[in-house]
């Protein structure tokens, strides 16, 4: 079964990552943009054919847990923040980070994933497939004094190259809270604050399940 999505969890993981590796160098250049590295990535991927969604949000909010609906060989996880699976039946799917199955890859760079993509060749993916990037956020101010959240990102040129203007769709996690339960949802529609947008149309609701396999669904119905 080819794959339908490959779900990059998360770039900041890589990020970090690579600047945890660095800071130790004796050559260390605390003002590198690693956040340029990121933008090619996803250049990168979308130059593959990728359908990239940005899903952004901050930890805990249930990003990583749209992955649960997929079923077995429908996706490559590409787990950069190196942790278990959190949700039901997920080490059957991709094992653990200690010993990950065929469908899990621990990378500690975006090249290593695009490395990966290519050797498993075009035919180990679907016709159309889709991208889930997972992101945290970061509260900043606007010039007007506004606060406003975007995608965290180590480094100003990436920033100002705006990464996120590369994604046709990028959602945000919405977390509701009643008496009795917690209620977990992307949200679809921009809040004036932040980065958040889909094509139109391509939702109904601004508030919708965080489910990978409805939004892959919703995408090939467009």
């Not at 996120?164 to 529609?189: A, I, M, Q, S």
């Amino acid at each position: 079964m080819p794959y339908k999505a490959i779900v990059v969890d998360t770039l900041n993981g890589i990020q970090d990552a690579q600047y945890s590796a660095e800071s130790s160098k004796p050559n260390f250049d605390k003002w590198r943009n690693y956040g340029v590295e990121l933008y090619n990535f996803i250049k990168s991927l979308q130059k593959l054919g990728f359908t990239e969604i940005a899903v952004l949000g901050d930890f805990g909010s249930g990003k990583s847990f749209g992955i649960s609906t997929l079923k077995e060989g429908e996706c490559m996880w590409y787990n950069s923040d190196a942790k278990n699976p959190t949700w039901r039946g997920g080490k059957q799917i991709f094992g653990t980070k200690t010993k990950p199955t065929a469908h899990q890859m621990i990378p500690s760079s975006y090249q290593q994933i695009l490395n990966d993509i290519q050797s498993k060749g075009r035919a180990a993916f679907s016709e159309n497939p889709v991208a889930f990037v997972i992101g945290h956020t970061e509260e900043y101010k606007a010039p007007n004094g506004e606060v406003r959240y975007r995608l965290k990102i180590l480094g100003n040129l990436a920033r100002n190259l705006s990464v996120e203007g590369l994604f046709e769709n990028t959602l945000y996690t919405h977390v509701v809270k009643d008496k009795t339960e917690t209620k977990y949802y992307f949200r679809t529609k921009n809040s004036g604050s932040d980065t958040c947008r889909t094509m139109e149309g391509l939702f109904e609701d601004e508030l919708i399940p965080n489910d990978f396999s409805f939004i892959l669904k919703k995408l090939d119905e467009y």
